[in-house]
């Protein structure tokens, strides 16, 4: 194997590397329903936090919280999944590399 490929390649390998760790600390915020939930997550699809606004904290609207979270929960993820594909993609050139994102 040339040298200099093996070289790209480690360098290719770093890069990535670090790209995941920035991806545990970088985060995305969803809002749904007007701003009634908003969810924070990282880049590694952890959920960092749930905000609930008190005016939607009622016991016969429980049904009607459950669902913003869970919409709340899904946009944050699909958010964090977008960046962190970004990410990997600026890195490796649009390139789809199996277990990267």
């Not at 915020?29 to 606004?53: H, L």
């Not at 869970?70 to 960046?83: C, I, K, S, W, Y």
């Amino acid at each position: 194997m040339n040298k200099n490929l093996l070289k790209q390649a480690q360098q290719l390998q770093a890069r990535l590397e670090q790209a995941k760790k920035d991806l545990e600390t970088a985060t995305v915020e969803a809002s749904v329903g007007g701003g009634m939930v908003t969810v924070v997550a990282t880049g590694d699809m952890t959920i960092q936090s749930i905000k609930i606004n008190k005016d939607v904290i009622e016991p016969d609207e429980s049904d009607m919280l459950e669902d913003l979270v869970l919409a709340g929960v899904n946009e944050a993820l699909t958010m964090a999944q977008n960046m962190a594909n970004e990410k990997m993609s600026s890195l490796t050139g649009g390139l789809n590399l199996p277990g990267l994102s």
